[in-house]
Structures are given as structure tokens and as C-alpha cells.
């Protein structure tokens, strides 16, 4: 399995950004994805992941209402459109998968890395004052 994050870049406070994540095989229609962040000297930490059906969604409190999760099974990819971004927002950006198709979670599941077993290399987001 291999997943590549991509659609990085500089942006000024209040911006947008949309980055993508591009997936081998079938995990973008099969699989629990999710998308986590980690800015220098800090932890990895949760952002955002979709159900494999991507009818149920989860984001941190962090950028809930202004960050949304999405599927284009058409382009097998796994968005994440990014709005008021700030500058706490800067971070090495992370695409994740569930190890197994069409797997169900309890809520508190989707957040926690343990539960992604396949990582892209990360895409960078700069956000300027």
C-alpha cells in the first residue's frame, strides 16, 4: 500500500488550502483514512478521518468548522480542504490508512494513530501572520 500526500504549500492567515492524498489500490473506497499534522518539537496529533464509506467524519476540536474531510473515489484520492487557516496550523501534514477493507471503528478509535497502519511521507503547510 502506498499513499502520497501532496497540495502543500505557503499560505497567508485566513487562506485556504486543499491538500490531497493519493492512494494505491482500492483503500480510497475501502478504507478508514484519516489525516494528522505534526509541527516542530511536537507530537503527531490527529486532525481529521473519514469512515471507509465516508459516511460518518471526525475532526479535532482544533479545526472543526473550518477544515473539511472528503473521498473522490473518482480520483482515488482523500481530500482535506483547509479554510481561516491560522498560524497554529503550520504542520507536516500525514495521510493514514486502516490496515482492512470496510473495517467499523468505535468513535474514539478514528482518532488515535494506532489505529492507521499505512502513512504517506507527509506534505508541509506554511501559514504566514
Known amino acids: 500500500v502506498q499513499l502520497q500526500a501532496f497540495g502543500g504549500g505557503l499560505v497567508q492567515a485566513g487562506g485556504s488550502l486543499r491538500l490531497s492524498c493519493a492512494a494505491s489500490?482500492?483503500?480510497?473506497?475501502?478504507?478508514?483514512m484519516g489525516w494528522f499534522r505534526q509541527a516542530p518539537g511536537k507530537e503527531r496529533e490527529f486532525v481529521a478521518a473519514?469512515?471507509?464509506?465516508?459516511?460518518?467524519?471526525y475532526y479535532a476540536d482544533s479545526v472543526k468548522g473550518r477544515f473539511t474531510i472528503s473521498r473522490d473515489n473518482a480520483k482515488n484520492t482523500l481530500d482535506l480542504i483547509m479554510n481561516s487557516l491560522k498560524p497554529e496550523d503550520a504542520a507536516v501534514y500525514y495521510c493514514?490508512?486502516?490496515?482492512?477493507?470496510?473495517?467499523?471503528?468505535?468513535?474514539?478509535?478514528?482518532?488515535?494513530?494506532?489505529?492507521?497502519?499505512?502513512w504517506g511521507q507527509g506534505t508541509l503547510v506554511t501559514v504566514s501572520s
Open positions: 473519514s469512515s471507509w464509506s465516508g459516511g460518518s467524519t
Open positions: 489500490g482500492h483503500i480510497v473506497s475501502s478504507n478508514v
Open positions: 493514514a490508512a486502516d490496515r482492512s477493507p470496510r473495517r467499523t471503528y468505535t468513535a474514539g478509535q478514528y482518532y488515535k494513530r494506532g489505529t492507521y497502519e499505512y
